[in-house]
């Protein structure tokens, strides 16, 4: 059974069963895997999100020739860090893994391409900083799972379709509950969290220059990551949306409406728009048709 | 959609839309096909038509008409691959009507001279939805092994076609019914929760009134 609502997560985390663990069994069944299948196929995401990070290249650049190189410069000055070196690593991580995937190497879509910083952006330096084990870190990610679904079920999880708030929005919320669960929060605090992060980027456009997942795709990894880490810390502080997270992402789908196409993925729009914008497009020969 | 389509798929950058679903729909093509096609006319509409070239769309579907999954490391090379092979590949945008945003049209030959026009829309997240087969309404997603039987629109066909399948105790997931116009040319669209045997897919072709079955599992190797 998929889930359609975060209330339904809610009712589920009141059984005896860890909620992860209710959640996997439902997916499982539904999908005819068995339990230990679904385990090893989840361990094997959190592997590939620490793997794509650690064969990070700071040498490699895109086609384009636009990205590359950011993840290492942010790492170099993380001990100089406005925020302090845990924030510099957040940031480090989703420069580098949004750099992976503008440069054609293997990443893990999370939900999607674009957005794929963001979970491993909080939850690799969490574990380096935490010493968790590698299965707490596969349970939150079926956490973050089953709060992505209900929003591609309620809304969707594409860019075309809802713009960027659809990708990194998504992302951020789905962060931000793995993170409280990873605290030890209750399934309530990862709601509010979840509700927090995706309203707070709620609105957020697609609109990639020359069409490519680079500029300002990379970037807004980080600020999806940044709303994951404060949307949880709130959450897990005591702090609620006055919003219910299911009435957020139906939120978030009657945004994503009413952007127009020149928002959504197209190039048409926002920064693809700019004078520079338009320039790198014809000077990579890619203006949209 | 399950977990997995929210976390995953492991795949080669740098869009899960217009990389991961496009290869999938060029995978799932194959696999209508049965057979690498000699032939590829690719239409792209909306989106992928759009920002197709910067994501690799092209790309991508080429390297799913050769029997790429989405974590290929050669899918950025497969319109050389294609080349290397002698297949001819052209690439052109259009309009389709009530299309999604992220939409392709696939026409491809094989060797023995048979053709097929598949359109996909690619969902987000690698998911995608086959829209038509030949000009026909047939609307599945390529998670579940699917048959699609195409039959004249007469009465019993849907019996047999289900009878079929529950002596097999197959189970069916979904079932979807489409047809031209009355008494023409109508199309099934059925989803097992289960793989067909061979055997099952032959019986039903053979049944007077039954014009074309096509089979695809997009698991299997």
């Given at each position: 059974m998929?889930?359609?609502?975060?209330?339904?997560?809610?009712?589920?985390a009141?059984?005896?069963?860890?909620?992860w663990?209710?959640i996997?069994?439902?997916?499982?069944?539904?999908?005819?895997l068995s339990?230990?299948?679904?385990?090893?196929?989840m361990?094997?995401?959190?592997?590939?999100?620490?793997?794509?990070?650690?064969?990070?290249?700071a040498?490699?650049?895109?086609s384009?020739?636009?990205?590359g190189g950011?993840?290492q410069?942010?790492?170099?000055?993380?001990?100089?860090?406005?925020g302090?070196?845990?924030?510099?690593?957040?940031i480090?991580?989703?420069?580098?893994?949004?750099?992976?995937n503008?440069?054609?190497?293997r990443?893990?879509?999370a939900?999607t391409?674009?957005?794929?910083?963001?979970?491993?952006?909080?939850?690799?330096?969490?574990?380096?900083?935490?010493?968790t084990?590698?299965?707490?870190?596969?349970h939150a990610?079926y956490l973050?799972?089953a709060?992505?679904?209900v929003?591609?079920?309620?809304?969707?999880?594409?860019?075309?379709?809802g713009?960027?708030?659809?990708?990194?929005g998504?992302?951020?919320?789905?962060a931000?509950?793995?993170?409280?669960?990873?605290?030890?929060g209750?399934?309530?605090a990862m709601?509010h969290a979840c509700?927090?992060a995706?309203?707070?980027?709620l609105?957020?456009?697609c609109?990639?220059?020359?069409?490519?997942?680079?500029?300002?795709?990379i970037k807004?990894?980080?600020?999806g990551?940044?709303a994951?880490?404060?949307s949880?810390?709130m959450?897990?502080?005591?702090i609620?949306?006055?919003i219910?997270a299911?009435?957020?992402?139906?939120?978030?789908?009657?945004?994503?409406?009413?952007l127009?196409?020149?928002?959504?993925?197209?190039?048409?729009g926002?920064?693809a728009?700019?004078?520079?914008?338009?320039?790198?497009?014809?000077?990579l020969?890619?203006?949209?048709? | 959609m399950?977990?997995?389509d929210i976390?995953?798929p492991?795949?080669?950058g740098?869009?899960?839309s217009?990389?991961?679903?496009?290869?999938?729909?060029?995978?799932?093509t194959?696999?209508?096909?049965?057979a690498?096609p000699?032939e590829?006319?690719?239409?792209?509409?909306?989106s992928f038509?759009?920002t197709g070239?910067g994501?690799g769309?092209?790309?991508a579907?080429?390297?799913?008409?050769?029997?790429?999954?989405?974590?290929d490391?050669?899918?950025?090379?497969?319109?050389?691959?294609a080349?290397s092979?002698?297949?001819?590949?052209?690439?052109?945008?259009?309009?389709?009507?009530?299309?999604?945003p992220?939409?392709?049209?696939l026409q491809v030959?094989?060797?023995d001279?048979?053709?097929?026009?598949?359109?996909?829309a690619?969902?987000?997240?690698?998911?995608?939805?086959?829209?038509?087969v030949d000009?026909?309404?047939?609307n599945?997603?390529g998670?579940?092994?699917?048959?699609?039987?195409?039959?004249?629109?007469?009465?019993?066909?849907?019996a047999?076609v289900?009878?079929t399948?529950a002596?097999?105790?197959?189970?069916?997931?979904?079932?979807?019914?489409?047809r031209?116009?009355?008494?023409?040319?109508a199309v099934?669209?059925?989803e097992c929760?289960?793989?067909?045997?061979?055997q099952?897919?032959t019986?039903?072709?053979?049944?007077?009134?039954?014009?074309k079955?096509?089979?695809?599992n997009?698991?299997?190797?």
């Amino acid at each position: 059974m998929a889930f359609t609502s975060i209330e339904q997560l809610e009712a589920l985390a009141a059984q005896p069963t860890p909620l992860w663990r209710a959640i996997m069994t439902a997916d499982a069944r539904e999908q005819g895997l068995s339990e230990e299948e679904s385990l090893r196929r989840m361990n094997g995401m959190w592997q590939a999100m620490r793997s794509a990070s650690r064969d990070y290249s700071a040498a490699a650049r895109s086609s384009s020739g636009l990205s590359g190189g950011d993840g290492q410069r942010m790492l170099d000055y993380a001990a100089c860090g406005i925020g302090g070196e845990f924030f510099s690593q957040v940031i480090a991580e989703a420069l580098k893994m949004g750099e992976c995937n503008a440069c054609m190497k293997r990443i893990v879509a999370a939900p999607t391409a674009g957005s794929c910083g963001v979970l491993p952006a909080v939850l690799i330096p969490f574990q380096q900083k935490h010493g968790t084990q590698d299965e707490t870190m596969v349970h939150a990610l079926y956490l973050a799972a089953a709060f992505g679904q209900v929003i591609a079920s309620r809304a969707c999880i594409a860019g075309a379709e809802g713009g960027c708030q659809a990708e990194v929005g998504a992302a951020a919320g789905m962060a931000a509950a793995a993170l409280v669960f990873l605290k030890g929060g209750t399934v309530s605090a990862m709601a509010h969290a979840c509700a927090i992060a995706l309203g707070n980027l709620l609105g957020l456009v697609c609109d990639p220059v020359a069409g490519l997942v680079e500029v300002p795709c990379i970037k807004r990894n980080v600020i999806g990551a940044m709303a994951a880490l404060s949307s949880a810390d709130m959450a897990l502080a005591g702090i609620t949306s006055r919003i219910p997270a299911d009435e957020v992402i139906d939120a978030m789908r009657e945004v994503g409406d009413a952007l127009p196409a020149s928002l959504r993925e197209t190039g048409r729009g926002g920064l693809a728009a700019t004078p520079t914008g338009q320039k790198i497009a014809r000077q990579l020969n890619l203006e949209p048709k | 959609m399950n977990l997995f389509d929210i976390l995953g798929p492991i795949m080669v950058g740098p869009s899960s839309s217009h990389t991961a679903g496009a290869v999938r729909i060029g995978y799932i093509t194959r696999k209508l096909l049965r057979a690498e096609p000699v032939e590829i006319t690719i239409k792209l509409h909306g989106s992928f038509a759009a920002t197709g070239t910067g994501h690799g769309t092209d790309r991508a579907l080429v390297a799913g008409l050769l029997g790429m999954r989405p974590d290929d490391m050669q899918i950025p090379s497969s319109l050389e691959i294609a080349r290397s092979k002698g297949i001819s590949v052209s690439c052109s945008t259009v309009k389709l009507r009530d299309a999604h945003p992220n939409t392709a049209m696939l026409q491809v030959k094989s060797a023995d001279g048979r053709s097929l026009e598949v359109v996909g829309a690619s969902l987000g997240g690698g998911r995608v939805r086959i829209e038509s087969v030949d000009g026909l309404e047939a609307n599945f997603s390529g998670e579940y092994p699917t048959l699609i039987v195409r039959n004249t629109d007469q009465p019993g066909h849907v019996a047999e076609v289900t009878t079929t399948l529950a002596q097999l105790k197959l189970n069916i997931a979904t079932l979807q019914l489409y047809r031209d116009t009355r008494g023409g040319s109508a199309v099934m669209v059925i989803e097992c929760d289960t793989p067909i045997p061979s055997q099952a897919v032959t019986w039903l072709e053979s049944l007077p009134g039954i014009l074309k079955v096509t089979y695809v599992n997009v698991e299997e190797a």
